[in-house]
């Protein structure tokens, strides 16, 4: 579904992410955890498509997005739920519809859109807030509401950045559930968290661990992804919206079938 | 994103920032009256000049036994004056017509006119000279040599009355044009910081929907329909007001200065009227779109 191929990026002037390689495919949980200023941020803000990389590839859907137009980037972005660390909502927007843009940019019906955005609201957050306006929540209840924006469809690909920021118990073992319900309908699900407690609770929940440290991924697993041979000549835009078609080989399998082959 | 929620993007934001929508539609109506008025007062004013000089610099006054030959050689001559644009022979008819249409702008006029006969007015040669800076010297020299005709029994020397109105307009079109000027800066400025005000928002909305996958294109679309509904809204206004005041605004005018109706329009012309129409609601989707900012990568 996602596969990052030694990616690197510059933030003001100093790395932030040195030759990064890291797959989530459909209905695999990846939780990224690594201290204040390891990248993660970058990392996952990379994997979204709302910042380039300065160097290596950002494969979604079988499409290079590092090599795509800028007029193209839409097209790969509505086919991924993003959680910034910062929350980003309309503030003079309420909950509901601030839940239904990410719907109505995809194009679904506005009736259908808005049940949708119910559903997805209550089960990860609360909701009564769904007529408050988002600037008159909380910055935890705005990150549940962003969080909510990010998983409502649900899309292909969710990346979060800590979702569980500044959350009680009740909370973050809501999130957990949010994710687990997410990847089990075949969303490849990267989250990224500073918090190791809360790494913990997603692996429990049947997430896979990567650790992020000075930008570099550490101990990584032996278990990696690689996209299935690309067809450059055929539209980008339109098929990248289809992300569901993505397949994606485990490098596991890839080097297994290769040991069988030889 | 559809048509369904373009649509529905645009009523949202028109209701939240339907305060700065309000100033926006009130600076295009104060820019379509201002452009209203400019075009509508100067032709009125041409029309004024025209009405009240006629274009007439010299008046000559026939003697009564002059024969109409005479008079028609006395045409002839003047024609073929250097710096004469144009003479014309007035009979008493036609002089007693003009005084007539004069008359009827003056409510306090009596009924005494319709008493008159042409035979009381006598026969005249209206000459109208080429205009250049010179114009009252020519004039004021071509009165002197006309005086000393055996055939003319006066001469009115039109030239400083219209010379002096002349100038009075000049002074009134260069007054208004600063008005115009001044008005135009001042409804702009209000323009800009309406549509200035709501760019913040834009500008955090554009960022948002950058994040969710909304194309330039569409994420600018709502910002650009509710400005371009302001403009039309504006301009819509402007029509309406010009229509309704300006008549009453230029009679009065006119009966103030004691002049005969300018004989133009007393409105704008369909094609002006349209041209405003089509060019204020463009003018609010360009404002729409500059005020958009839409980030191609997102710092977020």
Known sequence: MIWLEGVSYLRSGSPALGDVTLGVSRGELVVVQGSTGSGKSSLLAVAAGVRAPDSGAVWIADHNIAGLQASSLPYVRRNVGYLSSEPLLIPDETVLENIMLALAVRGQPIDSAEADARETLAMVADSAWENRQARSLSSGQQRLVALARALVGPPPLVVVDEPASGMGADEREGIVRALVWARDRGCAVLCATSDPSFAQMVVEAGGRRVDLEGGRIVGAPAIGLVPRPVDFTSDSASQVQNAESAEVIRLSERRSSGEESS | MTLAWIIRRARRQTTATRRALLAAAGSFLVLGLVGGVTILGLRATRGWMNTVGQGVH??????????????????????????????????????????????????????????LEPGYFPRSVEVSLTPSADLSQRAAELSRRLQGLPSVAGVDAMTEGV??????????????????????????????????????????????????????????????????????????????????????????????????????????????????????????????????????????
């Not at chain 2, 009134?172 to 008005?183: F, K």
């Not at chain 2, 605004?249 to 009966?255: C, D, G, I, P």
């Open chain 2, 58 to 115: 010299v008046i000559a006054f026939l003697r009564e036994d002059l024969e109409p030959d005479q008079a028609a050689q006395l045409v002839e001559l003047l024609q073929r004056r250097p710096g004469v644009a144009r003479v014309r022979l007035i009979d008493p008819a036609e002089a007693l017509e003009r005084l007539r249409t004069a008359a009827r702008t003056v409510p306090t006029a009596g009924s005494w006119l319709t008493d």
């Open chain 2, 163 to 300: 010379a002096r109105l002349a100038a009075w307009v000049r002074f009134g079109q260069r007054l208004g044009w600063a008005v115009v000027v001044a008005a135009s800066i001042a409804a702009f400025s209000l323009l800009v910081s309406a549509v200035l005000r709501g760019r913040e928002a834009r500008r955090r909305q554009a960022q948002v929907l950058v994040i969710l996958g909304e194309t330039a294109g569409n994420i600018r679309l709502p910002a650009n329909i509710a400005l371009a509904a302001a403009g039309l809204t504006g301009t819509l206004a402007a029509l309406v007001v010009l229509r309704l005041a300006w008549p009453m605004l230029l009679t009065a005018v006119e009966r103030a200065l004691g002049i005969a109706p300018a004989p133009v329009g007393h409105f704008l012309g369909l094609w002006e009227a349209a041209a405003g129409l089509l060019v204020a609601p463009l003018l609010g989707w360009v404002l729409g779109y500059l005020s958009t900012p839409v980030p191609g990568w997102v710092d977020a």
